[in-house]
Nanobody, 125 residues
Framework: HAQPEEFGGGSVPAGGSLRLPCDAADITPSNYCMAWFRQPPGGEREGIASIERDGEITYAESVKGRFTISRDNAKSTVYLDIKNLQPEDTGTYYC???????????????????WGQGTQVTVSP
C-alpha cells in the first residue's frame, strides 16, 4: 500500500501507557520525514511529533516528556510511545509523511501529503 497505516489504538485508563505502530511500508521511513498527529473529539488536528531521515526529532510543546517517536527501518515502522496517558490525550492519532526527507521544522498539517486512516485512543479518568 502507498499510504501509512496506524495500529495500536484502544481504551486505556489514565496513567497507563500505549505504543502506536505505523506501518509505513512503501514510504520507507528511513528515507522520508514521518510524523504523528492527533485530533481530539470536536477539535482540530495537531502535529505532535516528527522524525526526519537523519533522525532529527521535533515534538510539540504539549507532549514533550510523555511522547516518544522512533522508527525501525528494517520493519518500515514508525512508533509513537505514550506514557502517563491523560483524558485530554483522547482522540484519533494519525501517521503521516511529507514525502521528502525533511520535515519543515514546525509540524504543520499542510506539509504532509501522505496520511493514514487514523487509530482511536480513548483515555478514561
Amino acid at each position: 500500500h502507498a499510504q501509512p497505516e496506524e495500529f495500536g489504538g484502544g481504551s486505556v485508563p489514565a496513567g497507563g501507557s500505549l505504543r502506536l505502530p505505523c506501518d509505513a511500508a512503501d514510504i520507507t521511513p528511513s528515507n522520508y520525514c514521518m510524523a504523528w498527529f492527533r485530533q481530539p473529539p470536536g477539535g482540530e488536528r495537531e502535529g505532535i511529533a516528527s522524525i526526519e531521515r537523519d533522525g532529527e526529532i521535533t515534538y510539540a510543546e504539549s507532549v514533550k516528556g510523555r511522547f516518544t517517536i522512533s522508527r525501525d527501518n528494517a520493519k518500515s515502522t514508525v512508533y509513537l510511545d505514550i506514557k502517563n496517558l491523560q483524558p485530554e490525550d483522547t482522540g484519533t492519532y494519525y501517521c503521516a509523511s511529507t514525502g521528502v526527507w525533511y520535515c519543515f521544522g514546525e509540524i504543520r498539517e499542510r506539509d504532509y501529503g501522505y496520511w493514514g486512516q487514523g487509530t482511536q485512543v480513548t483515555v478514561s479518568p
